[in-house]
Protein backbone atom coordinates (compact mmCIF):
# COMPACT_ATOMS: atom_id res chain seq x y z
CA UNK A 1 0.00 0.00 0.00
CA UNK A 2 1.18 3.28 -1.01
CA UNK A 3 1.35 6.19 1.54
CA UNK A 4 0.01 9.62 1.57
CA UNK A 5 2.11 12.78 1.01
CA UNK A 6 0.68 13.33 5.20
CA UNK A 7 1.78 10.38 5.98
CA UNK A 8 5.91 10.41 5.01
CA UNK A 9 5.61 14.32 6.10
CA UNK A 10 4.35 13.73 9.40
CA UNK A 11 5.04 17.70 10.61
CA UNK A 12 2.91 18.74 7.55
CA UNK A 13 -0.72 19.38 8.63
CA UNK A 14 -3.25 20.42 6.02
CA UNK A 15 -6.66 22.54 6.71
CA UNK A 16 -9.76 21.96 5.24
CA UNK A 17 -8.94 24.57 2.66
CA UNK A 18 -5.65 23.03 1.25
CA UNK A 19 -3.34 24.78 3.13
CA UNK A 20 -0.45 23.18 4.13
CA UNK A 21 1.08 24.29 7.68
CA UNK A 22 3.99 22.39 9.97
CA UNK A 23 3.57 21.86 13.03
CA UNK A 24 5.38 24.02 15.99
CA UNK A 25 8.13 22.44 17.38
CA UNK A 26 9.78 24.67 20.39
CA UNK A 27 13.47 23.40 21.34
CA UNK A 28 13.08 23.96 25.19
CA UNK A 29 16.68 22.81 25.66
CA UNK A 30 17.97 25.41 23.55
CA UNK A 31 15.59 28.39 24.60
CA UNK A 32 16.77 27.35 28.08
CA UNK A 33 20.51 27.55 27.50
CA UNK A 34 20.25 31.12 25.86
CA UNK A 35 18.45 32.73 28.78
CA UNK A 36 20.46 30.81 31.23
CA UNK A 37 23.61 32.15 29.17
CA UNK A 38 22.04 35.48 29.32
CA UNK A 39 21.67 35.44 32.72
CA UNK A 40 25.46 34.42 33.64
CA UNK A 41 26.42 36.79 30.88
CA UNK A 42 24.37 39.59 32.89
CA UNK A 43 25.73 38.29 36.65
CA UNK A 44 29.41 38.95 35.04
CA UNK A 45 28.56 42.20 33.73
CA UNK A 46 27.31 43.64 37.44
CA UNK A 47 30.29 42.14 39.41
CA UNK A 48 32.69 43.61 36.59
CA UNK A 49 30.69 46.97 36.97
CA UNK A 50 30.92 47.14 40.88
CA UNK A 51 34.56 46.51 40.61
CA UNK A 52 35.33 49.37 38.30
CA UNK A 53 33.31 51.46 40.64
CA UNK A 54 34.91 50.35 44.10
CA UNK A 55 38.54 51.02 42.29
CA UNK A 56 37.16 53.98 40.76
CA UNK A 57 36.13 55.56 44.47
CA UNK A 58 39.46 54.11 46.17
CA UNK A 59 41.28 56.61 43.94
CA UNK A 60 39.34 59.36 44.19
CA UNK A 61 39.20 59.30 47.91
CA UNK A 62 41.98 57.46 49.53
CA UNK A 63 41.24 58.21 52.69
CA UNK A 64 37.61 57.53 52.66
CA UNK A 65 34.65 59.94 52.11
CA UNK A 66 35.09 63.35 53.74
CA UNK A 67 33.71 64.42 56.94
CA UNK A 68 30.55 66.04 57.23
CA UNK A 69 30.24 69.75 56.96
CA UNK A 70 29.48 71.78 59.94
CA UNK A 71 26.59 73.59 58.78
CA UNK A 72 24.58 70.66 58.21
CA UNK A 73 21.43 70.42 59.63
CA UNK A 74 21.51 73.90 60.65
CA UNK A 75 17.80 75.81 59.31
CA UNK A 76 19.52 78.05 57.16
CA UNK A 77 22.84 77.95 55.23
CA UNK A 78 23.38 81.53 53.81
CA UNK A 79 20.29 82.55 52.45
CA UNK A 80 19.09 78.76 51.72
CA UNK A 81 16.97 76.86 54.01
CA UNK A 82 18.14 73.77 54.25
CA UNK A 83 14.87 72.15 55.93
CA UNK A 84 12.16 69.86 53.58
CA UNK A 85 9.15 71.83 52.99
CA UNK A 86 6.86 69.16 54.87
CA UNK A 87 9.01 69.91 57.91
CA UNK A 88 9.32 73.63 57.56
CA UNK A 89 6.17 75.66 59.28
CA UNK A 90 7.70 78.82 59.52
CA UNK A 91 5.76 80.50 56.57
CA UNK A 92 2.34 79.02 58.04
CA UNK A 93 2.84 80.31 61.24
CA UNK A 94 3.32 83.43 59.70
CA UNK A 95 0.85 83.72 57.49
CA UNK A 96 -1.89 82.26 60.93
CA UNK A 97 -0.35 85.34 62.81
CA UNK A 98 -1.10 87.66 59.52
CA UNK A 99 -4.97 86.06 59.49
CA UNK A 100 -5.10 86.43 63.32
CA UNK A 101 -4.30 90.18 63.38
CA UNK A 102 -6.51 90.62 60.20
CA UNK A 103 -9.69 88.92 62.11
CA UNK A 104 -8.93 90.53 65.45
CA UNK A 105 -8.59 94.24 63.79
CA UNK A 106 -7.02 97.50 64.90
CA UNK A 107 -8.33 100.20 66.65
CA UNK A 108 -8.41 102.23 69.94
CA UNK A 109 -9.56 99.94 71.80
CA UNK A 110 -8.20 95.87 71.77
CA UNK A 111 -10.77 93.83 69.75
CA UNK A 112 -12.65 96.42 67.96
CA UNK A 113 -12.25 96.40 64.26
CA UNK A 114 -11.45 99.49 62.70
CA UNK A 115 -11.66 98.06 59.04
CA UNK A 116 -14.41 96.27 57.47
CA UNK A 117 -14.10 92.20 56.78
CA UNK A 118 -13.52 91.14 53.95
CA UNK A 119 -17.20 90.57 53.25
CA UNK A 120 -18.23 93.45 54.01
CA UNK A 121 -15.69 95.09 51.68
CA UNK A 122 -16.46 92.41 48.70
CA UNK A 123 -20.37 93.66 49.28
CA UNK A 124 -19.35 97.43 49.17
CA UNK A 125 -17.98 96.64 46.05
CA UNK A 126 -20.45 95.37 44.57
CA UNK A 127 -23.40 97.67 45.61
CA UNK A 128 -21.35 100.75 44.24
CA UNK A 129 -21.14 98.54 41.04
CA UNK A 130 -24.71 97.85 40.78
CA UNK A 131 -26.13 101.40 41.74
CA UNK A 132 -27.19 103.85 39.24
CA UNK A 133 -24.64 106.56 38.12
CA UNK A 134 -24.91 110.02 38.99
CA UNK A 135 -26.44 112.12 36.78
CA UNK A 136 -23.95 114.38 35.31
CA UNK A 137 -24.14 118.04 36.57
CA UNK A 138 -24.06 120.60 33.83
CA UNK A 139 -21.40 123.45 34.51
CA UNK A 140 -22.88 126.85 35.66
CA UNK A 141 -23.05 129.26 33.15
CA UNK A 142 -19.95 131.75 33.25
CA UNK A 143 -21.40 135.44 33.78
CA UNK A 144 -20.40 137.97 30.89
CA UNK A 145 -18.14 140.58 32.16
CA UNK A 146 -19.41 143.99 32.78
CA UNK A 147 -18.31 146.83 29.67
CA UNK A 148 -16.41 149.69 31.06
Same mark, same amino acid.
Given at each position: ?????????????????????????????????????????????? !?? =????????? @????????? /?? #? +?????????????????????????????????????????? !?? =????????? @????????? /?? #? +??????????????
Amino acid at each position: MKKTQVETESRVIVGAHGVAAEEDHIVMSKLLGIGFGSLAIFAVGI !VW =AYTIQVRTM @KEAQPDGPP /PR #P +AAMGQYEVGIVNQRLFEQDWHAEEKIGGQQQSLEAGWGDQPG !VK =AHPSLDEAK @KSVITKQNA /PA #P +APQTPPEPTPAPRQ
